[in-house]
């Protein structure tokens, strides 16, 4: 059974930075492309970065380009965002998913970020 | 960025009608392969969302066949043959023709 766990959400002050993990099992995770996307307080989803199964390609929606960072151990199957330069509107459920190009066949259950001072 | 227009937002149903959402993009979602990459998503209340629909009209495996998509290029439904209990949540469609992916806003049914 596929699984995707994320971890790493919490309360963070404008401008601070903050490290979401994703651990996957139940399938083979360095052959799959992983992605995030997030849920905003009014329920809108939005894809926030895709990476490709080696590591080796990244992608950003334009809101977060250069301020988050998606990247990957498939020694370890887990999946990271690292963000910086957090702003309010970043405030949102942050899931991980996985599923073929073009689609989304897994999602984790999520993990909270609220950005507020 | 392709958009995604839901209608309706909300959906009130009663139990055993059809029901029906229209999702409409900004551009075609034909692909250069000729698949047509448009989603559809189910999130019941306090879980994460489910994929119900992939590339326009096919179930995944284990959703009931009383769901069912359809539709071509720019103009697609998700069809509800007859509403049930658990059906209630938010329904989004997606696609992923274009990156970056975009959704549509969700439509909330609910149980008249």
């Known amino acids: 059974e596929v699984q995707l766990l994320e971890s790493g959400g919490g309360l963070v002050q404008p401008g601070g930075s903050l490290r979401l993990s994703c651990a996957a099992s139940g399938f083979t995770f360095s052959n799959y492309a992983m992605r995030w996307v997030r849920q905003t307080p009014g329920k809108r989803l939005e894809w926030v970065a895709a990476i490709s199964s080696s590591g080796a390609n990244a992608y950003y929606v334009d809101s977060v380009s250069g301020r988050f960072t998606v990247s990957r151990d498939n020694s370890k199957n887990t999946l990271y965002l690292q963000m910086h330069s957090l702003r309010a509107e970043d405030t949102a459920i942050y899931y991980c998913?996985?599923?073929?190009?073009?689609?989304?066949?897994?999602w984790g259950q999520g993990t909270l970020v609220t950005v507020s001072s | 960025d392709v958009v995604m227009t839901q209608s309706p937002l909300s959906l009130p149903v009663t139990l055993g009608q059809p029901a029906s959402i229209s999702c409409r993009s900004s551009q075609s979602l034909v692909y250069t392969d000729g698949d047509t990459f448009l989603d559809w998503f189910q999130q019941r209340p306090g879980q994460s969302p489910r994929r119900l629909i992939y590339?326009?009209?096919n179930r995944d495996s284990g959703v009931p066949d009383r769901f069912s998509g359809s539709g071509s290029a720019t103009d697609f439904t998700l069809k509800i043959s007859r509403v049930e209990a658990e059906d209630v949540g938010i329904y989004y469609c997606?696609?992923?023709?274009?990156?970056?992916?975009?959704f549509g806003q969700g439509t909330k049914l609910e149980i008249k």
């Open positions: 997606m696609q992923g023709t274009h990156w970056p992916y975009t």
């Open positions: 998913a996985k599923g073929p190009s073009g689609s989304l066949d897994h």
């Open positions: 590339k326009v009209s």
